[in-house]
């Protein structure tokens, strides 16, 4: 009985970081509540996100830069799953810590860094600083399928 009480107070407190993220005037509980779940769960990918989204809710963007950099330093020592989800999500959420804290450089860094890492970019490809971009227009046409036009994914690298 007690095995079962622990679980549904994990759960309770789930839905309550859930409710809490979401409605206006309770960013406090929120944070104490993901604090909660991060002490009890330190190695928790999920746990740790939830963390390091309530600072950034809170404009607390060094917390935040730090709990993204430590999921992406886990996952990055081990072997693939789901905390790669997390992971990709806590590395763009990381570039917009760094701009808010006007660490421009490091967040451009960042952003080659996904650019290059990205499974689809087979070809490394990166814009460098100086890169100018064609100017390219999306219709609803473009989007229907077959009718897409090649020239995008060519320009990318990605074909």
């Known amino acids: 009985m007690r095995r079962r009480g622990k679980a ?11 409710i809490y993220s979401k409605e206006s005037g309770t960013a406090d509980e929120a944070l104490r509540t993901a604090e909660h779940l ?3 769960f330190p190695d928790n990918a999920f746990f740790q996100l939830s963390l ?7 404009r607390q963007w060094a917390p935040a830069e730090w709990v993204y950099g430590s999921i992406q330093e886990k996952v990055m020592k081990r072997t693939p799953g789901y ?3 997390v992971f990709e999500v806590s590395r763009l ?14 967040a451009f860094n960042t952003v080659r860094e996904i650019l290059i890492t990205n499974p689809i970019n087979r070809s490394g490809w990166c814009p460098g600083p100086t890169t100018t971009l064609p100017a390219y227009t999306v219709s609803a046409d473009s989007l ?8 995008i994914h060519e320009w990318c690298g990605l074909r």
């Open 93 to 106: 959420r990381t570039v917009e810590c760094q701009v808010r804290l006007g660490k421009m450089e490091e």
């Open 8 to 18: 549904t107070k994990l759960w309770a407190e789930l839905i309550l970081m859930d």
């Open 38 to 40: 991060h002490e009890v």
């Open 83 to 85: 905390d790669e989800v």
């Open 144 to 151: 229907s399928g077959p009718s897409e036009p090649a020239s």
């Open 52 to 58: 390091a989204d309530c600072y950034r809710e809170r």
